[in-house]
């Protein structure tokens, strides 16, 4: 595939600039940059969904028709994003078969041809469940799988896979990668988006990154480290966990939020520990290790079976999110697009919701001014660096990292004691990442309480002053300052913990 001087603008800023990009048959091709730098135009185009303003595209010297669907189809494109299109009441088999061309010469579906073609396709990709099971019922693993399977079942030479291992554990990450190897060496060209640069470096045969819309860089395997790609990504280096903020937070006064004895269904056992005005307390370990239950439980999403929560001192009875927020504990959820975010409401409406009492028009009368909505909400804009056309988008058009930073300014101006943020820079790029830290931090030395749920070591490192790790739904150890290693987080990560634990940490 040849693509030369692709150009693309919205609202007449450039999305993509004059880019040029090759890729071979059986090529593992990485593609990076920052959100916003303008990988899934490049992608949209590709699959026909966009219309490039000029350039071409060609695969194998015949030009593809732009702006059709069809065509990329049919040139054997397929496209598997972060967001797995498929039908959750319909079975493994059906999804795969959905688009598939399989009639007979008298009009009719045979069924039986289409069925061995997609089995075939299932065998290929390592599918061991039932294909008659419904989508519903299978992991996230087993989804990228079907996904997969439906490209091979329409003898797709190029797969396009955007953030594929998002929401996937190490071993799952590595029976994919083993996939990916296995189509390369069967002549598939795969172009590989992730923001795991580590995945990038040690998969892909070639990385091309992208900023602002132009190709800046483009390596071979080898040429580039992580630090050389991140500086190539956004243009500066980051920071190290070495000059990480210190713990400031006083702890001898009375915590700011308490856990004291909560369980819930065994995911979550006798769990107990402070968190302080100002501090940003991780909590690390695997996934499943109850971490998740633990911030819904504490956010109100869910009851505790046992134990209690406390806010300055005061024993809490959360019936609901709503109730919890009102105390002034927020959670940013792992699903932004599904637990957080208003996708068909605008950039400006997603982040003032939280504040509208700073909004009024006079403060004893329930009368919004739209005024005050609006500076609000370009502030935070500009606080955060959000990259939006204006604050009237809906923000459901902003790329992962801006809908992030939008949910955490939401809470910036609210008033609330204890933000819980769960997975906060998934699936989002670096440049993002280090503002997504930014913003913790602000909020943290203005006194808030932070809980932070990362699965990223490297993150808590960097960004913890405290972390307590958890492993099958209690506390096996608790780490602060220069203590607080990759190494360490890992060990603990995988320690069997006390069964007595319950006293706070």
């Known amino acids: 595939m040849e693509i030369r ?37 490049l992608i949209r185009c590709l699959a026909g969904v966009t219309t490039a303003d000029r350039g071409r595209i060609t695969i194998d010297g015949e030009e593809l028709r732009q702006g059709s669907p069809q065509a990329s ?7 598997i994003h972060q967001e797995l299109n498929l039908i959750p009441h319909f079975s493994a088999l059906q999804n795969m078969l959905l688009g598939v061309r399989k009639t007979t010469r008298f009009g009719l579906i045979d069924w039986k041809r289409s069925s061995v073609q997609a089995r075939a396709a299932a065998e290929r990709v390592g599918i061991h469940f039932p294909l008659d099971t419904r989508v519903s019922e299978l992991s996230v693993a087993e989804r990228w799988l079907v996904m997969i399977g439906k490209a091979l079942a329409r003898d797709a030479s190029f797969i396009a896979m955007d953030e594929p291992t998002a929401s996937l ?14 189509l390369s060496r069967h002549g598939v060209a795969i172009l590989y988006v992730s923001h795991r640069l580590e995945e990038v470096l040690d998969l892909c045969d070639r990385i091309t990154v992208l900023r602002d819309g132009r190709i800046v860089d483009e390596a071979v395997r080898g040429r580039l480290d992580k630090k050389g790609l991140v500086r190539a990504i956004i243009g500066h280096d980051i920071r190290s966990p070495e000059d990480r903020e210190h ?9 700011i939020f308490s856990v004291r004895g909560v369980a819930w269904r065994g995911a979550v056992k006798d769990v107990s520990f402070d968190v302080f005005s100002g501090e940003v307390l991780a909590l690390g370990g695997l996934v499943g290790a109850g971490r998740t239950e633990l911030a819904h439980l504490a956010a109100g999403v869910r009851r505790p079976d046992a134990g209690h929560f406390e806010l300055d001192g005061k024993r809490l009875d959360l019936a609901d999110e709503a109730a919890a927020v009102e105390a002034g504990i927020a959670l940013v959820p792992e699903e932004r697009r599904s637990q957080g975010l208003m996708l068909q409401h605008s950039v400006a409406y997603n982040m003032n919701i939280a504040s509208l009492v700073n909004l009024r028009s006079f403060p ?38 801006n809908q992030q930073k939008a949910l955490i300014a939401r809470w910036l101006n609210s008033g609330i004691r204890l933000l819980i943020l769960d997975e906060p820079s998934r699936g989002v790029d670096v440049g993002a990442r280090e503002e997504i830290h930014a913003a913790i931090r602000a909020l943290a030395r203005s006194g808030v309480g932070i809980i932070l749920i990362s699965s990223d070591v490297e993150e808590l490192a960097i960004l913890a002053d405290r972390v307590l790790v958890m492993r099958e739904g209690r506390l096996t150890g608790e780490l602060s300052g220069r203590d607080i290693t990759e190494a360490r987080i890992i060990e603990l990560s995988y320690h069997t913990a006390d069964s007595g634990q319950g006293e706070p940490a």
């Open 5 to 41: 001087g692709l150009t693309k603008s919205f609202a007449g800023e450039r999305a993509l600039v004059e880019a040029d990009l090759d890729l071979a048959r059986g090529e593992v091709h990485g593609l990076v940059g920052a959100n916003g730098a303008g990988k899934s135009t």
């Open 73 to 79: 189809e049919r040139a054997g494109l397929a496209f």
């Open 169 to 182: 554990s190490g071993p799952e990450s590595e029976k994919l990668f083993s996939i990916i190897r296995d």
């Open 247 to 255: 713990f400031t937070a006083d702890r001898s006064g009375r915590p």
């Open 364 to 401: 004893a009368l329930p009368f919004l001014s739209a005024r005050k909505g609006r500076r609000q909400a370009e502030d935070l804009v500009d606080r955060l660096s959000i990259k939006t056309p204006s604050i009237d988008t809906k923000i459901a058009s902003l790329s992962g990292g």
